[in-house]
């Protein structure tokens, strides 16, 4: 339709090009639980995870048969969407992916970012929490209370591994401090008759 809204991204490609080019990046986000590309490319297989998730909810013969159309490894991550995957986002009402935004990777300075699957082993903003949590210690903000209430909410024992993982980045940080940096090294060491004049 002339004129009409832009449905979604055509990402400079033919039409055959860009669904090879989205099903790779999710079956790779599928396979690893977390990608870095480009921000536009995350944004539209953001769409196509979701709607793969969405599917193994379902869990019908049509659904299964769908997502083997999708995926380029089948045999491999048909089981796993609608095993363990299927079990991890049975509570939660939706939002089973996340983007976030990354410095550039590429040399043209290309917008970056991060795709990945929330509530899983790889999930970088628990971590992040658990960091912050980590180092703020007992006193928590506002910013960090909402986080913990997120990455918490829909996870099974959200709690028990927040806690268990904040203990883990308390004791990274001790043994980061227990570290003894080398001295740093002059580039220009001083001439040993101008160290000899100088005055006690």
């Given at each position: 339709?002339?004129g ?6 055509h ?5 055959s ?41 379902k ?36 939002g ?7 410095e ?14 929330v509530?899983g ?40 591994e ?39």
């Amino acid at each position: 339709m002339a004129g009409g809204r832009l449905q979604y991204r055509h990402l400079s490609r033919s039409s055959s090009h860009r669904q090879a080019l989205l099903r790779n990046m999710v079956t790779s986000l599928f396979q690893h639980e977390t990608i870095s590309t480009t921000w536009h490319k995350a944004k539209e297989a953001q769409r196509l995870a979701e709607k793969l998730v969405t599917l193994a909810k379902k869990d019908t013969a049509a659904t299964r048969r769908r997502a083997h159309q999708i995926f380029y490894t089948p045999e491999k991550l048909v089981p796993k969407l609608f095993g363990e995957i299927k079990q991890r986002y049975l509570t939660r009402p939706g939002g089973y992916t996340r983007v976030l935004r990354i410095e550039p990777i590429k040399e043209d300075q290309a917008e970056s970012a991060i795709l990945e699957l929330v509530d899983g082993p790889k999930d970088m903003r628990f971590a992040m929490t658990a960091k912050t949590l980590a180092w703020q210690g007992k006193r928590m903000n506002e910013i960090t209370a909402k986080n913990v209430q997120k990455v918490t909410q829909f996870r099974k024992n959200g709690v028990k591994e927040l806690r268990k993982m904040v203990e883990k980045m308390k004791l990274h940080n001790e043994k980061e401090r227990e570290v003894q940096l080398p001295e740093k090294r002059k580039v220009y060491p001083e001439e040993p008759n101008k160290r000899d004049m100088h005055l006690p």
